[in-house]
């Protein structure tokens, strides 16, 4: 088994994500029907993470068999598409999804990728010769980046110094560090003599639950901020349109 810190960087996340469901539903923006929605898709991630976990580590996700299935281009979306079907399915996940993204404090949206900068840890063991260089470099190091750029941008929301829209561009920009690499380079990423060190356990829970569960945060913000300007732009339009 490898040395990594996803086990830590698992448990940080769905912790503050349970933390920050919880503190909805004591306040009341959350029904007790949506939080147990919200819980209950943290639990089936958490299942899947699990089963991922433990099949890796039996070997089935490094035999050539898997491999040949080309798991780079489609393991990372198993998770997004899951989560898309189960929002368009139940109202009440899609609600709760909602007022997650809408009343929770946005510096804790912003903090939550805090815990990229840990990708600092690809990089050691891609330098040591342990993991997939070009992939350490194009998709580890952009995520590091963005960690880093999440202290500051924490502090700043925080104090209230960014605009709507300067966040909105930065969460953007947190789905894009990750999905460019991976949809543009993978087939560079696959002639890697280390390739199959992606699939080893614990690696493969970053592309199986924790790469797509980040990206999925990120455009969860974007798009709640992307619609209240839409409302806004069209609120204004209205407006304008009775004055005339």
Do not use: C
């Not at 209950?40 to 070997?59: C, D, N, P």
């Not at 998770?79 to 993204?101: D, E, H, Q, W, Y």
Request: hydrophobic share 55%; proline share 5%; aromatic share 14%.
């Amino acid at each position: 088994m490898q040395l990594t810190t996803l086990p830590v960087l698992i448990l940080l996340i769905f912790g503050l994500l349970w933390y920050l469901i919880r503190r909805l539903y004591r306040m009341g923006s959350l029904s007790s029907v949506e939080r147990n929605w919200l819980n209950v898709l943290l639990l089936i991630l958490l299942t899947w993470g699990s089963f991922v976990g433990y099949q890796s580590s039996k070997g089935m996700f490094t035999a050539q068999q898997f491999l040949s299935l080309l798991p780079g281009y489609w393991m990372p979306y198993v998770v997004t598409i899951f989560v898309f079907l189960a929002t368009m399915l139940v109202p009440s996940l899609r609600n709760g999804l909602k007022i997650f993204a809408t009343e929770t404090p946005r510096y804790w949206l912003t903090g939550i990728h805090i815990v990229r900068m840990l990708a600092v840890g690809t990089l050691i063991k891609a330098s040591m010769g342990l993991f997939p260089e070009k992939f350490a470099w194009f998709v580890g190091g952009p995520d590091l980046l963005f960690g880093l750029s999440a202290v500051v941008v924490t502090f700043q929301v925080w104090r209230g110094r960014l605009s709507e829209r300067q966040i909105m561009l930065w969460h953007l920009s947190g789905a894009l560090v990750i999905l460019l690499p991976i949809i543009g380079f993978m087939h560079l990423f696959m002639q890697e003599k280390l390739y199959p060190a992606l699939f080893q356990f614990p690696m493969v829970l970053a592309p199986a639950l924790v790469v797509p569960l980040l990206v999925m945060l990120n455009l969860l913000s974007y798009l709640q901020l992307l619609e209240k300007r839409v409302r806004s732009t069209d609120m204004a339009q209205l407006g304008n349109s009775r004055g005339l």
